[in-house]
Structure formats: structure tokens, C-alpha cells
T-cell receptor, first 113, second 122 residues
Framework: DIVMTQSPDSLAVSLGERATINCKSS????????????LSWYQQKPGQPPKLLIY???TRESGVPDRFSGSGTGTDFTLTISSLQAEDVAAYYC?????????FGQGTKVEIK | QVQLQESGPGLVKPSGTLSLTCAVS?????????WSWVRQSPGKGLEWIGE???????NYNPSLKSRVTISVDKSKNQFSLKVSSVTAADTAVYYC?????WGYGDVRFDYWGQGTLVTVSS
């Protein structure tokens, strides 16, 4: 299994400031046939299902605000919220879909400082 | 717009079998998608249980494989989950999700059900 490890487990950021979440996979999720990283980021608000934010490590899903961005390749990835808004308070999960079992990071809770 | 809706008993006795169904609307289940079950224990993270293609092909999480069966009913446009020999550790919110298959094994979850809480207790 590919183990996904996120850091930190939680972080508090002031409104308008930058939030950065890291995700590390135990093996590369770069698919050589198309040079795509099979890494997604999800946002989950309390009482709601996860929502796809980013796929291919850096491509925003349709309708996702451009303050959300993803970067990284291979085994190290980052989700950045450039200017935190109140509605961004949530848990964020990275997930690899390079192989089964599909695995998630343990999650990072983002709060307002 | 694709919608998924989980249904099933909210309470299951220990050693019993958990059974859930996910009804798919807004599109045929017989399309290029993998249909997954994901669970989330109270206050915890997300755990992928397994998935099924409309052809009946399945992939399961090895940690649960011996107790899990996922099936599809194309006539009803739905798929189902069974988990046998449940314990309190199986108490969780269970989500169904669509894994759109974009080719080259590119399968990402783009639609989710709202989730249903299943409690294992006597």
C-alpha cells in the first residue's frame, strides 16, 4: 500500500493569510505513461462529504477558487490557500489514485487564528 | 448532474452483516466509472473500502477484503456494499463515490453521496 502522510495535523491561520499543507507519499505517484501525478486534494467541511479540489497534483477542479493551488511531483506535494477565507475552515485530505488500495492522508484541519 | 444517495440500516448488531445501497441518478451506472465505498470513523480520516466497475470487476482494500462484497445492479442503477462479521470498529459514516475513469488508470472521485452513519452496537 502507498502510505500518505500529511503535515501538519492542524494549523491556525489569520484571515487573508497563506495556509500551506504538505503531503508525502511512501512511493512515487507519477504515472510515466502520461507524466501525470495521480494525487488529489479534497476539502471536507463538518457534516459534509469530501469535495474534490485538485487533481493531477496541480489542476483545479471546475468551480474551485483560484486561491487554492497544488504543487509537487513524485512523492512530495503541497496544497496552498493563498488568502484564507472564513469558508475555507475545513479538513483537507490528499489522496493517491496511482494504485489500489486508494489511500488518503490522515487529514489537516485548518482553522482561523 | 450526477447524484448518489446511500441507504440502509443505521444500526447493526455485532457479528452481523452491514448492508448499504447507493442509488445513482443523473447518469447511467454503465459508463466509464468505478463506483467506490469510503468510510470515516467518528472524528477520524477517510478509508477506501473498495470499488466496482459496471462489468462487475472489483478491487478491495486488503485490510477489509475478507469481509467485504461490493455488487452492482445495472437494472436499478445502483451498487451495494456488504461487510460481514462487524464489530464496533466498523462504526462509521459510509460514503459512496464515483471514480471517473479518464484512462491510463486515472480514476478520481468527483461525486460523493452525503454519507450514512452506521453504528455497530447490541
Amino acid at each position: 500500500d502507498i502510505v500518505m502522510t500529511q503535515s501538519p495535523d492542524s494549523l491556525a491561520v489569520s484571515l487573508g493569510e497563506r495556509a500551506t499543507i504538505n503531503c508525502k507519499s511512501s512511493q512515487s505517484v507519477l504515472y510515466s505513461s502520461n507524466n501525470k501525478n495521480y494525487l488529489s486534494w479534497y476539502q471536507q467541511k463538518p457534516g459534509q462529504p469530501p469535495k474534490l479540489l485538485i487533481y493531477w497534483a496541480s489542476t483545479r477542479e471546475s468551480g474551485v477558487p483560484d486561491r487554492f493551488s497544488g504543487s509537487g511531483t513524485g512523492t512530495d506535494f503541497t496544497l496552498t490557500i493563498s488568502s484564507l477565507q472564513a469558508e475555507d475552515v475545513a479538513a483537507y485530505y490528499c489522496q493517491q489514485y496511482y494504485s489500489t488500495p486508494r489511500t488518503f492522508g490522515q487529514g489537516t484541519k485548518v482553522e482561523i487564528k | 448532474q450526477v447524484q448518489l444517495q446511500e441507504s440502509g440500516p443505521g444500526l447493526v448488531k455485532p457479528s452481523g452483516t452491514l448492508s448499504l445501497t447507493c442509488a445513482v441518478s443523473g447518469g447511467p451506472i454503465s459508463s466509464s466509472n468505478w463506483w467506490s465505498w469510503v468510510r470515516q470513523s467518528p472524528g477520524k480520516g477517510l478509508e477506501w473500502i473498495g470499488e466496482i466497475y459496471h462489468s462487475g470487476s472489483t478491487n478491495y482494500n486488503p485490510s477489509l477484503k475478507s469481509r467485504v462484497t461490493i455488487s452492482v445492479d445495472k437494472s436499478k442503477n445502483q451498487f451495494s456494499l456488504k461487510v460481514s462479521s462487524v464489530t464496533a470498529a466498523d462504526t462509521a459514516v459510509y460514503y459512496c463515490a464515483r471514480g471517473r475513469d479518464w484512462g491510463y488508470g486515472d480514476v478520481r472521485f468527483d461525486y460523493w453521496g452525503q454519507g450514512t452513519l452506521v453504528t455497530v452496537s447490541s
